[in-house]
């Protein structure tokens, strides 16, 4: 890839900004949320396998496969990790290009803020190997609490607009992707061990058609492929994005409505049954959506 994976093209002053060079794809991506994560790390792979149809034997037009990585060489595989062809399943970040929260965090440092670490020494724009600038106990700290960052909690679970609402996601296929309910497997962490949660993601890459390709690869994603992205909090996302939402990988849906409208290639059949919807059941709809 040319340029590396993110440069910072703009700078403080007295300090230089990285150029990008001439020819390099760009992609814009906006911060993902960052609650509930330690859930989706605690979930077995063969769960996230389970989900995976990649030759779409069901038949309902969406497929889903995981993201297939290279172990970096400061990552411990997770017990009972599947692999294909010495590849692992990432599964953060909107490509799923991570492996677990210490990989992310590691990637994070590094490359979202220039900070190299034992783990990964390399500045990303001058390829200089550099001194730690921050310690192996430190990143660890940073990794525990994202580990155990509370999930987002469904309020109005018992109205029945957003009960309608929750009938229509799933019977419009939105759950297909978005799956309602999962579970963990066995953590050291009391509150993430086997426990079911709702995090409306299946934690899979999906086709999004061409108006979501910006270019961009990670590990065996393609460029039109994005990892579902978990709708948990998305009810909360107003009031923690300055009053307006700011969805999908680069923020460019301003509402809920405009978020589905973008749903194409697998998704494009359950944009038009949610296209095909009275404006009643559109608003129940967005009524549990906004309830998560
Ligand atoms: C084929 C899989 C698939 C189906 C079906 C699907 N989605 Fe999604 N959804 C995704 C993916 C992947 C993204 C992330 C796309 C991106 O970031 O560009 C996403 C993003 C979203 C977002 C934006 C979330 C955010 O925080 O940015 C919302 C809202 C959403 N979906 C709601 C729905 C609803 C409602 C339905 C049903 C009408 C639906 N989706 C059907 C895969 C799917």
Redesign the pocket.
Known sequence: MQGGPQLQHRAITGFNPENIPFGASQATFIA??NTGLGFLEAVSDADILALSDPDDKDNDG?S?VPNWIELANFLTPKPNAITKNGKYIGRFG?KAGAYNLFNQTVNAYNQDMGIVSAYSPNDTYSKETLDPEISNAEIADVVHYLQTLKAPIQRTVESTQVKAGKEL?VK???G???TPSMKTANSNIQGLNNKTFAAYTDLL??D?GKD?DDNYTEGSAKTFE????P?WG?GL?KDSQGGKVH????GR?KS?EE??L??G???HK??Q??VALSSKEKQE?ITF?ESL
């Open positions: 993902p949320s969406i889903g909107r996601f419009n296929q939105c297909a992707c978005h890459m999906h999004m979501l994005w990892r579902t992205t709708l998305l996302a969805l999908m990988h680069d849906a809920i978020a589905i973008l749903h290639g697998e998704a359950s944009r049954k949610y709809l959506l």
